[in-house]
């Protein structure tokens, strides 16, 4: 079947096979619809978690008896690690998130993050590797992850920094805002290609083709 990024909770995954690495896709909680990924390493069978949001009895089966080398949370905020404690203790999984965000995610969720991220750590998933790139603004340690698929075009999970029609919420804050469009712009825009494919926090996945023409829209309209 033909891959599209479209889930909602209580619904159906959906699941991009690639040359290296396979990439599914799951919808939690139907007040927040909260998007979960798994990363598989085709070669190898490693396994990596970004945003255990919700839903911790669907996730750990979703996972399966290989494991997590990791859980990465994209960013502090409470509906993206409801779950981390108890994907962490079933899986195996090391916490990871970005360093300025660490603290608050052990303090909501009891769990310690084992590596804190920076921009430009690398972080394997089996033969292949995701590279982090900080989109400070939506919250101090925000980051997105690469894949840069040597078979194809990038894929970029972005939790809430970037979506489909803009960035994320700074909740009114104009130096934040002034931060993360920059970011976005500086980090994602300026490096990728139009072919990249986008994977958000919450709703259905975009390419950076179809969102690059608003980035002065979305600038001017500061938010």
Same mark, same amino acid.
């Given at each position: 079947? @033909?891959? @599209?990024?479209?889930?909602? %909770?209580?619904?159906? /995954? /959906? @699941? *991009?096979?690639l040359a290296h690495l396979t990439v599914r896709k799951v919808a939690v909680d #139907?007040?927040? !619809?909260?998007?979960?990924?798994?990363?598989?390493?085709?070669h190898t069978g490693?396994?990596?978690?970004?945003?255990? &949001?919700?839903? %911790?009895?669907?996730?750990? %089966?979703?996972? +399966?008896?290989a494991g997590l080398d990791a859980v990465i949370t994209t960013h502090q905020h409470w509906d993206h690690h409801r779950a981390l404690a108890e994907v962490v203790a079933a899986t195996g $999984?090391? !916490?990871?998130? +970005? !360093? #300025?965000? &660490? &603290?608050?995610? @052990? /303090?909501?969720? +009891?769990? %310690?993050? $084992?590596? $804190? *991220?920076? /921009?430009g750590h690398r972080i394997p998933v089996g033969e292949s590797e995701l590279e982090v790139i900080a989109l400070r603004g939506h919250t101090p340690g925000s980051v997105a992850l690469l894949y840069d698929d040597p078979a194809g075009t990038p894929h970029l999970f972005t939790g809430d920094s970037l979506f489909p029609g803009g960035v994320g919420n700074t909740f009114g804050d104009a130096a934040a805002f002034a931060q993360l469009i920059d970011d976005v712009e500086q980090r994602v825009f300026a490096r990728l290609p139009d072919a990249t494919w986008l994977y958000p926090g919450h709703g259905d996945d975009s390419t950076l083709g179809a969102e690059r023409p608003h980035l002065s829209e979305w600038r001017r309209r500061g938010w």
């Open positions: 079947m @033909t891959y @599209t990024g479209v889930v909602r %909770p209580g619904g159906l /995954d /959906d @699941t *991009l096979e #139907p007040a927040m !619809a909260n998007n979960s990924y798994l990363l598989r390493c085709r490693a396994q990596v978690m970004i945003d255990a &949001a919700a839903e %911790p009895e669907r996730l750990i %089966p979703w996972v +399966g008896d $999984g090391t !916490a990871m998130a +970005g !360093a #300025p965000d &660490a &603290a608050a995610i @052990t /303090d909501a969720t +009891g769990v %310690p993050i $084992g590596v $804190g *991220l920076a /921009d």
